[in-house]
């Protein structure tokens, strides 16, 4: 799978879309990094921790969980989520939702349905998606985060995102925000580097 180039990514979506060129311009450099230090249950299980939450609440929850297991920052493996006491995991502040989504990640790991991030390259975008979704708790909208913060994937629109929506509303300045299908026919033109654009209509999204 390609790997993103930041510069090659913002010359041509400034070539490709002038609206899109003054925001790239307004914004500045593009500061997209990729979570390569996480595998592919451990970046799910994070996402799961984060879900609904504010990033701080998430964090702390997220730390309590690994205290649980270990010192440090290191996640637990798989096999020591299952073998946890749903009360344990409940007691770092999971909600039981939350809790049994993990046990489910879990299991499904050890079975082999979440790919190692080796395993993970060698397949498609769409292939990734209709292999996670199953897993309680994985809807596309976080397979999509892990194809682009996970792995790097640089074609990704994620176009059910509200920071995306409402990026793409303040840029283009339309009246409501757009739908799955307008976003979809104007990131035809930033195509192969989706994953770039959304980054920059999430930056406008903070403005």
Known sequence: MPKLDHHEAVEHLKAADP?????IEKVGECRFEVRSNLNIYESLLRSITYQQLAGTAAAAILKRVQAVFHDGDRYPTPEQILSAPEEVLRSAGLSRNKMMA????????????????????????????????????????????????????????????????KGF?????????????????????????????????????EM
């Open 169 to 205: 509303q303040r840029t283009f300045k339309t009246r409501e925000l757009p739908t799955a299908k307008q976003l979809l026919r104007r990131g035809e033109k930033w195509r192969p580097y989706r994953s770039i654009a959304s980054w920059y209509l999430w930056r406008a999204a």
């Open 19 to 23: 609206k899109l060129a003054l925001l």
């Open 102 to 165: 993990i046990k489910d990640l879990a299991q499904k790991t050890v079975d082999g349905l979440v790919p190692t991030r080796t395993e993970a390259r060698r397949l498609t975008d769409g292939e990734l998606i209709e292999r996670l979704t199953p897993i309680r708790g994985i809807g596309v909208w976080t397979v999509e985060m892990l194809l682009i913060f996970g792995l790097g994937r640089p074609d990704v629109l994620p176009v059910t995102d509200y920071g995306v929506r």
